[in-house]
């Protein structure tokens, strides 16, 4: 089960990114928000790392502006690993090394294209273990 939360200026965004999990057959749980009325992204950012960290979902997609707030905010949730991608490199070494739980796209920053390729390597990538578990154990 995949977790997905936008605030307004991801939702357009959010909603293609889960269309697309859907017609790869992935389960999606949207954790909002529904529209593109203002609204404050941390709130989102919580419900749907909440629902990693307490294995409700096995990651979550999180789309803002930038994808910075939504990193920042997500990153403060003990579990979480967030990171921000804006290519697909970064997205398959954070799965590889880091063992992201949370990817952050921003929609004013990338186009639908990039962020849909982005999230099939995010979410095909599996976690190297070894040396990157030391580390990661490091500051968890
Ligand atoms: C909303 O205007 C914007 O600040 C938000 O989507 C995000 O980019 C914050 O990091």
Redesign the pocket.
């Known amino acids: 089960m995949i977790a997905i939360a936008s ?4 939702f357009a965004l959010k909603e293609k990114i889960k269309k697309h999990l859907e017609e790869l057959k992935f389960e999606v749980c949207d954790f909002g928000t529904e529209n593109e009325e203002s609204c404050d ?1 941390p709130v989102f950012a919580k419900k749907a790392c909440e629902a990693v960290v307490s294995g409700q979902c096995d990651r979550a997609i999180l789309v ?3 994808g ?3 990193s920042m905010a997500a990153n403060k949730i003990k579990g979480i690993r967030a990171a921000v991608c804006t290519e697909t490199f970064a997205a398959k070494y954070t799965r590889l090394h880091n063992d992201a739980n949370v990817l952050c796209m ?1 929609a ?1 920053v990338i186009g639908e294209g990039v962020a849909i390729e982005i999230t099939d390597t995010f979410i095909t990538t599996e976690f190297e273990g070894g040396k990157h578990k030391r580390r990661i154990d490091m500051f968890e």
């Open positions: 605030d307004h200026a991801g992204y803002c502006g930038t910075i707030g939504m921003g004013r």
